[in-house]
């Protein structure tokens, strides 16, 4: 996840092109065969902190340990 100040970018990867108004779709720089997709969300510094209220006990420290645990997708 990227800060622009004012909106947060979230970049994703996926096998299957979806194009919708929502986001953007591009091809995968590394993986010719699969799709990034990237989304902007202003204000998004609420969605961060609803989901770190829900999942990490409201905590900066517990949510980054958990980001931190997590593997990469493959």
Wanted: with cysteine; charged share 20%.
């Amino acid at each position: 996840m990227a800060n622009n100040f004012v909106a947060q970018m979230v970049f994703g990867i996926t096998a299957k092109h979806n194009p919708s108004l929502e986001g953007h779709v591009f091809p995968n720089p590394v993986d010719a065969s699969g799709y990034m997709v990237m989304l902007w969300y202003k204000n998004g510094s609420l969605t961060r902190e609803d989901i770190r209220n829900r999942c990490a006990e409201k905590s900066w420290k517990v949510f980054n340990k958990l980001l931190q645990q997590t593997p990469p997708k493959k």
